[in-house]
């Protein structure tokens, strides 16, 4: 039976709804608004025992496959980063999204969610602006909050990017950084020494971001403080290639740019093997990612009836990615993005590099030294100087750069570059130019970048949305988590039957033992044998161990074990139980198995 099969007792299919696992999430202590006491800040969530120790056990899940199994490193670097590095990344410019201002109650609405909440369009994020005003003319869309038409007001960009001041004084100016991709390509010049120059090499970084979020909404699927867990892959194209061999079976759902662009496109069943070789994913690298992902959503408890890989239009694709996919998960019927894959070329290293002035390149050993021909500089300073003043060094940069790119722009008597938007004509005669033989053990490469980038929010959200499970147990209504034991919060509960002193002293020994094998164990002896199995079940314990007065009576001493999902009971020995469940929570061994 499929996770989307479960029906209740009457026969009608249980469709968990967000409502109830949001009243789940509170009352048990997975996710709630933070601040409650203070009325709550919207897009600020707290992670309550249970929700973080099953968002620890995913990003714990997602380390092992992305950086142990991959042979990547981790860093950690910090959420406050200075100006400078928003500058080269483009995050102060470019970094928007569009803002509707009600004009009678004044609240904000993200202009492109009101259109996609209210007409036809799926995408309107990926629309420029002038056209979501016109579908909002169109539509006669109003204010969410107060009704009031919006046909006539503007939509303006508004900036993410939480600012802040680095110092007293005259402080620095930093921003909360939005992505934690940043932090793992300023540090490449020193990252590449770890990696001892040998392309390709990944980074991974699982850390908060955070982004002021025109209307955050969805519980914790968008919100202004997340976790992202991100890996920056370092390659040269040219020479580097995945290991496709080793996921080309991986079975997937993809739905390409070409089927969303038809009206009647529907999503395609294929493998990833056949994907590339039939050009539907452009890049092999982004198809191999996109191959380890799929079986570990499957690991962690993502519904595979419901999970696809959505391809980026061109409009929404960032300027600087070739390609990207998400990974989306069905939600009450809406897809949510849990993850992209993109190809992000060298648009990165190459920004910092400029911007920085430091060398974001790895250094390539030729087979045998190479003769080529150079174009140089070697500026007359003394003409450079009263020239342009202090803006002479930025000139000689500038010639540097054009000689590289552009020889023949230093044939006639003058050379033309560009300064701060304004043109400035040099006589090449104080520019030094020369093209010169020079022999070369290497050259210097800018690696180009595979950004696999996970939200573990939504992904915490998602799992739980699938897991969510009602039926009935012995003429009682039960409310479940059919959590995978990996990422459940808990693994095992302990219980004595009742009260008496040797079935407590015995269940205090057991939870010791269970703990000692490293095992998520909690105890509990409140209230009665059903209610404790039937809390256990509502946050998603696979497992209730039960001592009772067969465990203390009989000559060999056993209790019960209890199966969440099914509520199996079978008797198992003390001496073998710690054993026995950490095999079925390492997967090599099943319940009904025993």
């Keep these: 039976m499929s ?59 997602w380390r092992d496959r992305f950086a142990v199994a991959e042979g990547n490193m981790e860093i950690d670097a910090p ?52 056209e979501v005003e016109e579908i909002i003319a169109e539509y006669e869309l109003v204010c969410p909050e107060c009704g009031a038409g919006l046909a006539d007001v503007a939509v303006e960009d508004f900036n993410l990017m939480f600012a802040t001041n680095i110092g007293p004084g005259d402080a620095q100016p930093g921003y909360l950084r939005p992505e934690t991709a940043q932090g793992i390509f300023v540090e490449f ?52 290639e995945p290991d496709l061999e080793s996921v080309a079976d991986v079975e997937v759902v993809l739905y390409p740019a070409s089927e969303q662009n038809e009206e009647d496109g529907e999503v395609l069943e294929t ?24 079986p570990w959503y499957e690991s962690v408890g993502v519904d595979m009836d419901r999970f696809r890989f959505r391809q980026h ?7 600087y990615a070739a390609d990207c996919w998400d990974a989306e998960g069905e939600i009450d019927g809406n897809w949510i993005e849990l993850a992209g894959f993109a190809y992000r070329g060298d648009y990165d290293l190459s920004k910092h590099a400029e911007h920085s002035g430091d060398r974001f390149t790895i250094f390539k050993q030729y087979d045998e030294p190479k003769t080529v021909e150079r174009a140089t500089v070697d500026p007359d300073m003394s003409y450079l100087g009263p020239e342009f003043g202090g803006d002479a060094q930025a000139v000689v940069s500038e010639l540097e750069t054009l000689a590289a790119r552009d020889r023949a722009a ?93 079935l407590l002293a015995q269940a205090e020994e057991i939870v010791a033992d269970l703990r000692g094998s490293g095992l998520s164990v909690t105890y509990d002896d409140s209230g009665n044998i059903g209610r404790r199995y039937r809390r256990q079940d509502e946050v998603g314990t696979p497992f209730c161990v039960t001592v009772d007065f067969e465990t203390v009576e009989n ?40």
Excluded at 97 to 117: F, K, N, Q
Excluded at 199 to 228: C, D, H, K, M
Aim: with cysteine.
């Design 271 to 294: 493998t990833i093997g056949d994907a590339v070789s039939e050009g539907i994913i452009g890049d092999s690298w982004v198809a191999y990612f996109l191959g380890v992902a799929k």
């Design 555 to 594: 000559e060999e001493t056993t209790v019960t074990v209890r199966e969440r999902d099914t509520t199996e009971q079978k008797r198992l020995s003390i001496d073998e139980l710690a054993e026995t469940l950490a095999s079925i929570r390492e997967g090599d061994l099943e319940f009904d198995e025993l």
């Design 410 to 502: 230093f044939e006639g008597d003058t050379v033309e570059i560009e300064l701060e938007g304004e043109t400035h004509e040099i006589p090449v005669e104080h520019t030094g130019f020369a093209v010169e033989e020079q022999t070369e053990a290497g050259e210097h490469v800018v690696p180009h970048v595979v950004e696999p980038s996970f939200g573990v929010d939504r992904l915490v959200y998602t799992v739980l949305h699938h897991a969510y499970r009602e039926d009935e147990v012995a003429g009682e209504e039960r409310t479940y988590l059919e959590l995978e034991p990996e990422v459940a919060p808990t693994f095992v509960g302990v219980f004595p039957l009742q009260g008496d002193d040797e």
């Design 189 to 240: 010049p020193r990252l590449k020494e770890y990696a001892r120059n040998q392309l390709p090499f990944g980074v991974t970084q699982i850390g908060r971001a955070y982004r002021n979020e025109i209307s955050p909404r969805r519980s914790i699927i968008r919100t202004r403080e997340f976790t992202q867990a991100e890996l920056e892959y370092f390659v040269d194209p040219e020479e580097n």
């Design 313 to 319: 239009l061109s409009g929404e694709r960032a300027h």
């Design 3 to 61: 996770k989307q099969e479960h029906t209740d007792a009457d026969g009608s299919e249980a469709a968990p709804t967000s409502e109830k696992l949001v009243e789940l999430a509170k009352r048990r202590g997975y996710f709630f608004q933070s601040s409650g006491a203070y009325g709550g800040v919207g897009g600020f969530y707290s992670f309550g025992p249970q929700g973080a120790a099953l968002k620890g056990n995913v990003e714990d899940a």
């Design 79 to 130: 959420t406050i980063m200075h100006e400078p590095v928003f500058e080269a990344s483009g995050h102060l410019e470019g970094f928007d999204d569009m803002l509707i201002e009600c004009p009678e109650c004044g609240a904000s609405t993200r202009a492109d969610h009101l259109v996609e909440d209210n007409t036809e369009y799926e995408d309107a994020e990926s629309l420029p602006i002038p």
